[in-house]
């Protein structure tokens, strides 16, 4: 089957872009052609864009979809409904918000068995290795079945809060990254500080302490920039891939640059919060904006977008995590609130709005940090990511000039909540395709279309490290 997608907009270099038409043969772009070529004989359908800018589908790297095991939260359907009313058309769900975690083959067949069926975009997986995986002696060859069956990359912490995926000290930590140096596929770190963070909690509550900016105290930019250190350390040691996943600090961004200046091998991603809210948000809002790490400084935020424009930053990801709402958010207390924030479906009008329409990064750096760069570090570069022949047809129809305001009632998540509330944005999903399907529309009477769920499909990991 074939179809043309005609006056669609393309970036190209800097914030310039050329009107082309896609031709789209079984999922793929067969050809882009020049403006109003001739229509191709075999084209069963012609789909006029109208001049509108089209950008390749956005690769969300980190989200935690809670399925199965956590559904109260968020679930595969929700959670991948909303990636696709926000232009997402392939997100990497995380190992460890599900039971049993993505740490062995039969586990991992366990959540594609309940999840396949849901998805309403394509989506890939995390494994994972925690403390309670290597209890198990058979951890290295668990490890490899999951690589060998196609997850995207290999999750660990250092300081994490789940008693089913327990965080790793430096030991084990150099010691699964051994095994993925050898195996060939790199490695996502939770990096803050475990002890320290542990004696600062420990000694606020005890105190009495319990307010938001007392949780941020806890969490300071110290116990990241220590952490981060210690994972070059470790990438020095093994020559192992690494890569730091939502980096809220500016010194620890500084740590990363070092890093890579002296040829290691180790990225770092940021996310939409840490690049919009400071402290001060987080001490007049409180648990809505709770997160680990926590966000930070304006000098830290100024940071994260200086080195998101320069490609200190390897890409954006959301690291959605919706907790139960309103229950787990109103605790009672800010250190047993619901540490997350949903962010999947907003990531790119907010990238867009406050990044290109701000001019902080131009428009060919966005396609970049949502489809480039995450498909190369997942091992997808040679079928996501760009907007030419041979990839898939993953298409997001952006309306670029209209400005709208962020309302939770109108996201797609199962937990609508967002400390985006209010924030208006300019550039907004029109249309979303997924192997050249439409998979979303917002019609001009401001209904919806979503295709089915059991749309989206598994994509493996295709590529190992050299």
């Known amino acids: ?15 310039e872009t050329r009107t082309a038409d896609l031709l789209v043969e079984n999922g793929k772009i067969a050809a882009v052609l020049p403006a109003d070529s001739e229509p191709h004989p075999t084209a069963a359908d012609s789909i006029d864009l109208g001049g509108a800018l089209v950008l390749p589908g956005v690769i969300d790297t980190h989200v935690h979809f809670d399925d199965p095991g956590f559904t109260h939260r968020e679930n595969f359907a929700t959670g991948t409904r909303a990636a696709a009313a926000g232009g997402v058309t392939c997100i990497v769900d995380m190992p460890c918000t599900s039971l049993p975690a993505v ?17 309403h975009v394509d989506f890939m997986l995390w494994g994972g290795v925690s403390d309670n995986a290597m209890e198990d002696a058979a951890w290295r060859r668990n490890l490899a079945d999951i690589v060998d069956d196609g997850v995207a990359s290999i999750k ?18 150099r010691e699964v990254l051994v095994e993925t140096k050898q195996i060939g596929i790199p ?51 093994t020559g192992a891939r690494v890569h730091v996943v939502h980096l809220g600090t500016g010194r620890a961004l500084d740590v990363v640059v070092e890093a890579r200046e002296e040829g290691l091998p180790m990225t770092a991603e940021t996310c939409p919060h840490f690049l919009e809210f400071t402290t001060d948000d987080l001490r007049r809002m409180g ?42 958010k109103h605790t009672g207390s800010i250190w047993t609130d619901y540490g ?16 290109v329409r701000s001019r902080r990064i131009t428009l060919e750096r966005l396609v970049e940090i949502t489809a480039g760069a995450p498909a190369r570090f997942l091992g997808i570069e040679r079928t996501k990511g760009r907007l030419e022949p041979g990839y898939d047809a993953d298409l997001v129809v952006l309306a670029e000039h209209e400005t709208w305001t962020v309302r939770a009632d109108d996201l797609h998540n199962l937990n609508r909540y967002t400390p985006l509330e209010g924030r208006a944005l300019t550039g907004r999903v029109r249309a979303v395709y997924l192997r050249g399907s439409c998979v979303y529309r917002r019609n001009e009477d401001g209904s919806e279309f979503f295709a089915g769920p059991g749309t ?10 050299g």
């Open 1 to 15: 089957m074939r179809t043309t997608f005609r006056n669609a907009r393309i970036p190209v270099s800097g914030n």
């Open 103 to 119: 740490t062995s083959r039969a586990n991992l067949r366990n959540k594609l068995d309940v999840i396949s069926n849901k998805a």
């Open 156 to 173: 660990i912490y250092m300081l994490s809060g789940m008693d089913t995926f327990r965080d790793l000290s430096r030991d084990q930590m």
């Open 187 to 237: 490695v996502g770190v939770h990096a803050e500080d475990r002890e320290m963070v542990h004696e600062l909690t420990d000694r606020f509550m005890s105190a009495g302490r319990n307010e938001p900016l007392d949780y941020a105290a806890a969490r300071p930019p110290e116990a990241e920039l220590s952490a981060v250190s210690t994972v070059r350390d470790l990438c020095r040691e």
């Open 287 to 328: 648990a809505l904006l709770k997160t680990a790490p926590v966000v930070k400084s304006v000098s830290d935020r100024a940071r994260l977008w200086e080195g998101l424009a320069s490609g200190e930053i390897a890409w954006v990801a959301t690291d959605h995590a919706a907790g139960q709402w309103p229950e787990e």
């Open 340 to 355: 997350g924030v949903p962010g999947v479906e907003l990531m790119l009008p907010y990238l867009y709005s406050e990044g």
């Open 456 to 465: 989206g499909r598994w994509v493996r990991r295709q590529s190992r490290l």
